[in-house]
């Protein structure tokens, strides 16, 4: 099966396909030091997990040279829509390519977690999973 990375995709609409498509998956490809002090995506009222995996390590920005195997392990299977979300929207870009090459369907969660930057040079604010309003939870 050949895998695409289909594009962006807005919050709401990720949430929207998550709601919908009890296959879809959401991974979040932060690291654990966002995941335990920023908070994670809460898909409890759909009834399942976020998949969390780095895509690189902390402090060392080092790719994670196992991220699809960590997937895979997971039970995430290539046939599986997968939405993947980091801060920004960089990391998880580069994750959703490298994923589609080895035959997943991908999509990334435009704006990630937090958002783009405000003019004060802060996240959180504008944009993302938690500004829009979608759950979210402390680890």
């Given at each position: 099966?050949?895998?695409?990375?289909?594009?962006?995709?807005?919050?709401?609409?990720?949430?929207?396909?998550?709601?919908?498509?009890?296959?879809?998956?959401?991974v979040d490809?932060?690291?654990?030091?966002?995941?335990?002090?920023?908070?994670?995506?809460?898909?409890?009222?759909?009834?399942?997990?976020?998949?969390?995996?780095?895509?690189?390590?902390?402090?060392?920005?080092?790719?994670?040279?196992?991220?699809?195997?960590?997937?895979?392990?997971?039970?995430?299977?290539?046939?599986?829509?997968?939405?993947?979300?980091?801060?920004?929207?960089?990391?998880?870009?580069?994750?959703?390519?490298?994923?589609?090459?080895?035959?997943?369907?991908?999509?990334?969660?435009?704006?990630?977690?937090?958002?783009?930057?405000?003019?004060?040079?802060?996240?959180?604010?504008?944009?993302?999973?938690?500004?829009?309003?979608?759950?979210?939870?402390?680890?």
């Amino acid at each position: 099966m050949a895998g695409r990375f289909v594009g962006d995709v807005s919050p709401q609409e990720a949430w929207r396909a998550l709601s919908e498509n009890p296959r879809a998956v959401l991974v979040d490809v932060r690291t654990r030091a966002e995941w335990n002090y920023v908070g994670v995506p809460d898909l409890a009222s759909l009834g399942r997990p976020v998949i969390l995996v780095e895509w690189q390590g902390y402090p060392g920005g080092e790719r994670n040279p196992d991220f699809t195997g960590e997937l895979l392990a997971r039970g995430v299977e290539p046939d599986q829509p997968v939405y993947l979300l980091c801060r920004s929207g960089v990391r998880s870009t580069a994750a959703a390519g490298v994923l589609a090459a080895h035959g997943f369907e991908t999509y990334n969660v435009a704006d990630g977690f937090e958002g783009a930057l405000d003019a004060a040079g802060h996240r959180g604010g504008r944009g993302g999973w938690k500004a829009s309003g979608l759950p979210w939870k402390q680890t």
